[in-house]
């Protein structure tokens, strides 16, 4: 079937003409340029399928490219146990990061002095709070010599003013205090021993961070220009290959729907099958006439044949009637010798003009040479519409072949800008790597300062732990103990508050002029002017301007809060500077393609399907078979063969011989007999046969004569009005189809430009790895690096404030001991003394002991008392002392031991 919407035409149906009957289809079906109804099914199913509907583009899926590394760092993983201490700093550093100062300072456009100022009105809080807990530092010291030299002075005035229970809760009371300042002096040493790890952890791991960070930025670059130049070029590619192909196939997708598109409009394949269905009934009607006529020639031959025997016997009749006797002659007269002549005659429809010209019209053959032409014509279609559109497919292949080296040209800024950002990224790496490597080496000196000052804290923190009341008795080393822990903390006073400065100068303005910037979410308007700063400081953009190359108008709070919600990069780094895909893939901003598409237009062209020669053919055929009369040549062939009737006289002459007296001359009249039968049996007979054949061809003629005169006139109508839409609005079908053709190409060009804007700015390039480089930057400086110096800072300068509160407690302690337990001390020694004298007892029953010496010998045995006597108790002590047994003379060790004791100072011990 041809296409489906046939328009319904005032002038002719084209549904009429449809009705052919199979008869003809089936004589036609093996014409190679009028198609059957089968096989034109067959293609133009496929050419709806191919040129009428718009075909999907099937566009290949984009790479994803090398995968990031940046979660190798495990940074979820981490704990953040410092954090809470740059909150506390922040206190100290409110202001920002400074970016006037900055340019001022690279400028040097600021006198010294003010400069100076400025820097000291900016960090006049952290100066501040530095000198002050550097003076505590410093008074710590100087208050525990004051305190060590005034303390017997102090002990005097308050030996009258305090009682022994007072005395021993307040000795409780302090060793309570000191345990609890020793348990919260453990946990800034922790801190600092837990910060000083983790800041080591986080610089020996930065080169292997660095590299990762850089990497994934150096893969997201790559990876972003390769996913770009892969849609762009690919497309690009799939699009103008089917636009060839499409090119190419003109004939199948232009030509044919022409043809096609007539046909629906004009029903000429139907006008044609009907010529063929009327060149067969016109070869049927002339291939019968030329058998009528063959026939009317073997009837003349016949008709003579006949004529030259009916002679013969009408001589030989006279010559027997005249041999016959006097007594038959009147009998042999009664035969008569006339009417022996052939009736028959075709020449009226021989000689008939009609006749003639229609058996001429089979033998000539001009009406088939005129339909033949006409089906050629319309055959040509597809090929002339192709040759005349192969100018215009020349220029669309010539202008879509520059398009593309467009394209590839176009992404050369691209590849441009990559090999740029890879080469400013390289640079910038092996800078940082180079700087990170110095910083892990001046790490360690760092590290083993840092536990330097932890294991002067944890010898401080053991001797004063060693000293505080345990419930175990007072030693000789108790005191000692304290004194030396007083003293290390004095030392380790001054060695935090340096390790707490440092800290607090590096963790607090890391924390304002870094951190801060890096974590101001989400307007990162100090970090805008951070980068504003050091792309005018260094000249090469910044660290996170890598991108802004050709943009100068690139906003980083945009770009962090889209790269965080993951958007694609085109949009985000305005890549449509280096590369405007719209621009490359729009069709319609192509004022060339315009201009072509214009100009191909349907041309004036002269399709003649109903030419002169088979418009005359067709009335010539039209008037012979509407003309023709063929009744009357079947009347005239209708008569009698022969004027006589042979079989009668046959008989007769039978008759009349038997009547015959003479049996010569009856004889001879038999044998006259004989021979017209002979003759009614051979010569009539066939020229009779031959008479009815001719009726039997003339009666069918004259019944097809009047069909075929229908169907001629139907032909020529519908030729007309096909002719007629050919000249008038056949241009109308050429504009539509071509226009056809020309969406379909645009159709094509649109999907490129779909596909190519939909993927470049919602689809590839997602710029999440950007914010993850940069997650992971500021991660490691501040949460893994700032945030412990801050711990660091906080711990030192707690330990500082738990160091000046430990001191007076320790001073109180240690005048506790001295005071109470004098006596102790001294017992003990001499009980040692007075055990290494008296070696054995006597034999003799001893003596009673005195009350002291009992009290001695218990004191001795008995566990040491605990520290709860007041310093005063020894201006209290009980005056009713009992003289004591005479020891046995001292031995020289005992001797030296005391000598020893007796010069020693009361403050040592």
């Not at 559109?389 to 669309?396: C, E, L, Q, T």
């Not at 109903?610 to 009369?629: D, F, K």
């Not at 379909?744 to 470049?760: A, F, G, K, M, P």
Request: proline residues 4%; contains cysteine.
């Amino acid at each position: 079937m041809f296409i489906s919407f046939v328009k319904n035409d005032d002038r002719f149906n084209a549904a009429e003409f449809r009705g052919v009957k199979a008869s003809t289809y089936s004589t036609i079906s093996n014409s190679a340029l009028v198609p059957t109804a089968s096989s034109r099914d067959s293609i133009n199913e496929s050419l709806n399928t191919s040129s009428f509907s718009l075909s999907r583009l099937h566009f290949l899926d984009v790479p994803k490219g090398d995968d990031m590394r940046v979660s190798d760092l495990k940074l979820n993983e981490e704990f953040l146990v410092f954090e809470v201490f740059s909150h506390l700093t922040a206190f100290l550093q409110p202001a920002g990061f400074p970016p006037d100062l900055f340019r001022d300072v690279f400028n040097k456009r600021v006198p010294l002095q003010i400069l100076a100022f400025k820097v000291l009105k900016l960090e006049i809080a952290p100066l501040s709070w530095i000198i002050l807990w550097g003076l505590l530092s410093l008074c710590l010291p100087i208050a525990v010599a004051a305190n060590l030299c005034c303390s017997s002075n102090i002990r005097r005035l308050d030996e009258d003013s305090c009682s022994n229970d007072s005395t021993t809760h307040l000795g409780r009371i302090i060793g309570y205090l000191l345990h609890v300042q020793l348990l919260l002096l453990l946990c800034p040493i922790l801190l600092i021993l837990a910060g000083n790890e983790q800041i080591s952890k986080s610089i020996s791991r930065s080169p292997s961070t660095v590299d990762i960070i850089y990497e994934d930025v150096n893969t997201f670059v790559r990876n972003t220009h390769m996913q770009l130049s892969f849609v762009v070029t690919s497309s690009v590619d799939i699009a103008i290959e089917a636009i060839r192909k499409d090119l190419e196939g003109v004939d199948v997708l232009l030509a044919r729907p022409y043809q096609q598109e007539l046909s629906a409009e004009t029903g000429i394949d139907v006008a044609l099958l009907e010529l063929e269905d009327l060149k067969a009934s016109t070869f049927h009607v002339t291939s019968l006439i030329t058998e009528i006529l063959n026939e009317c020639s073997a009837a003349r031959v016949a008709a003579s044949v006949l004529q030259d025997q009916l002679a013969d016997i009408s001589r030989q009749l006279t010559v027997v009637r005249q041999q016959c006797g006097v007594k038959d002659r009147a009998l042999c007269y009664t035969l008569q010798q006339s009417g022996f002549d052939v009736a028959f005659s075709v020449d009226n429809l021989t000689n008939d003009v009609k006749i003639r010209q229609l058996e001429r019209f089979g033998s000539e053959e001009l009406f088939n040479a005129s339909v033949d032409a006409a089906r050629k014509v319309f055959a040509e279609v597809p090929d002339q519409i192709a040759m005349e559109a192969s100018i215009y497919v020349a220029d669309m292949k010539a202008l879509f072949s520059r398009r593309r080296t467009q394209v590839y040209k176009s992404t050369h800024a691209l590849d441009v800008l990559t090999r740029s950002l890879s080469k400013t990224l390289r640079i910038r790496k092996e800078s940082a790597s180079a700087l990170i490597r110095q910083a892990v080496d001046w790490d360690l000196w760092r590290w083993l300062s840092v536990l330097g000052i932890a294991l002067l804290l944890a010898l401080t923190w053991g001797l004063l732990l060693c000293g505080a009341p345990c419930g175990c008795g007072l030693t000789s080393r108790t005191v000692a103990f304290l004194l030396a822990g007083l003293g290390l903390s004095c030392v380790a006073c001054i060695a935090v508050w340096v390790l707490g400065s440092v800290a607090l100068l590096a963790g607090g303005h890391g924390e304002s002029l870094l951190c801060r910037p890096l974590y101001d979410k989400p307007h990162y308007k100090r970090l805008a002017e951070l980068v504003k700063v050091e792309g005018e400081l260094f000249g090469d953009g910044g660290v996170f301007q890598l991108f802004q190359k050709g943009n100068d108008s690139l906003n980083v709070a945009e770009v962090l809060k889209n790269c965080e919600r993951d958007q694609p990069v085109y949009q985000i780094f305005r890549l449509y500077n280096q590369i405007d895909v719209n621009k490359v893939t729009n069709h319609r901003e192509w004022e060339d393609l315009k201009r072509l598409f214009s100009n191909f237009t349907a041309e004036e062209n002269s399709l003649e399907i109903l030419g002169p020669a088979l418009q005359l053919n067709l009335q010539i055929l039209s008037s012979l078979t509407a003309t023709a009369n063929l009744t009357t040549h079947r009347t005239q062939i209708s008569v009698p063969t022969t004027r006589r009737d042979l079989n009668s006289f046959a008989d007769q002459l039978n008759t009349v011989a038997s009547q015959l007296s003479d049996p010569i001359s009856a004889r001879r009249i038999d044998n006259l007999a004989f021979s017209v039968r002979r003759v009614v049996h051979n010569e009539l007979r066939r020229l009779a046969e031959l008479r009815n054949r001719i009726l039997y061809q003339i009666t069918t003629l004259e019944v097809l004569l009047p069909p075929l005169s229908k169907q001629v006139n139907q032909s020529l109508s519908h030729l007309k009005d096909v002719q007629y839409f050919l000249d008038n609005e056949a241009w109308q079908v050429s504009e539509r189809v071509r226009r056809r053709f020309v969406s379909r190409i645009e159709s094509y060009l649109d999907q490129l430009n779909d596909h190519v804007n939909v993927t470049v700015t919602k689809g590839i390039g997602r710029c999440r790895p950007v914010w993850n480089a940069f997650h992971a930057s500021r991660f490691q400086v501040c949460k893994l690096t700032v945030d412990p110096m801050n711990g660091v800072a906080f711990s030192s300068f707690s330990l500082m404030l738990l160091f000046l509160t430990i001191a007076p407690v320790v001073l109180k302690l240690v005048e506790h001991y001295r005071d109470g337990n004098e006596d102790t001390l001294s017992s003990t020694s001499h009980g040692r003394s007075f055990d290494e004298t008296w070696a054995s007892p006597s034999s003799s029953t001893p003596e009673m002991p005195s009350s002291r010496d009992a009290a001695a010998s218990a004191h001795a045995d008995s566990p040491p008392t605990p520290p709860a006597t007041s310093p005063g108790s020894r201006s209290r002590r009980p005056s009713n002392r009992q003289v004591p047994v005479p020891p046995r003379p001292p031995s020289a060790i005992s001797a030296r031991i005391q000598s020893a004791r007796s010069t020693t100072p009361k403050t040592w011990i």
